[in-house]
């Protein structure tokens, strides 16, 4: 079974900047889910896809930060503008249900 | 308020010994999970454990085993004979009932073994 996938997995842009990421859920998961993980410290969910409706995004950074997964399958997670205190490695997870969360290799940002 | 706990910041140990990474969790949920993941140099969370608030039985995997235990709020995971291999992050989390797929996350312990 194919696991998480996400791309770029490595991505330096300026800050200002605009980028974007995306993940391909393993299929038949339903839930996906978004996570900025911080140099040395634990993963932080930024928002929450059940199928493609949006159940918690209460941590997403609203002025810059937006997620979309259309037709409940893939999802994108843009940023825009990018700020220095974004670097961070975006991590991409999905389960069937209110099980066991399985993640992608992720992305790592470095924002200049 | 739920709140992971790993005092544990870094860890040192020599290939074949035995180590404990240590979890204190904070929940008023009486219905939750606990999850162990582990992080290699590649980035990829890998996902060892999940067990629920009404299982505390001690569970044994090969060279791994946690120990939960609900009188003191703690979940901790030993690793026997340690190996190069094992070099990784370790991450301990929580979900609460309320919300069983919001997976809060401890700050991790780093485990270094030492060939």
């Known amino acids: 079974e194919a696991g998480v996938a996400q791309s770029p997995r490595y991505k330096i842009i300026e800050k200002r900047q605009s980028v974007a990421f995306w993940c391909n859920p393993i299929s038949g998961h339903a839930t996906l889910y978004w996570y900025q993980q911080i140099l040395g410290q634990g993963p932080k969910l930024l928002i929450q896809?059940?199928?493609?409706?949006?159940?918690?995004d209460s941590q997403l950074p609203k002025d810059r930060f937006s997620a979309e997964r259309l037709k409940g399958v893939d999802s994108t997670l843009k940023i825009q503008p990018a700020k220095l205190e974004d670097s961070a490695v975006y991590l991409c997870a999905s389960s069937p249900s209110t099980e066991t969360q399985y993640f992608g290799p992720g992305t790592r940002l470095l924002v200049l | 308020a739920q709140k992971v706990t790993q005092a544990q910041t870094e860890i040192s140990v020599v290939e074949k010994e035995d180590v404990t990474l240590d979890c204190v969790y904070e929940?008023?949920?009486?219905?939750?999970?606990l999850f162990w993941y582990k992080q290699p140099p590649s980035g990829e969370l890998v996902f060892l454990i999940r067990?629920?608030?009404?299982?505390?039985q001690n569970e044994i995997s090969g060279r791994y085993s946690w120990n939960f235990q609900k009188s003191t709020s703690s979940f901790n995971f030993t690793i026997t004979a340690s190996q190069v291999v094992d070099s990784a992050v370790y991450f301990c989390?929580?979900?609460?009932?309320?919300?069983?797929?919001?997976?809060?996350f401890g700050p991790g312990t780093s485990l270094s073994v030492i060939p």
């Open positions: 067990r629920n608030s009404f299982d505390e």
């Open positions: 989390a929580l979900s609460e009932e309320t919300s069983y797929d919001k997976v809060i």
């Open positions: 929940t008023r949920d009486t219905t939750y999970y």
């Open positions: 896809f059940q199928n493609n409706g949006v159940v918690d």
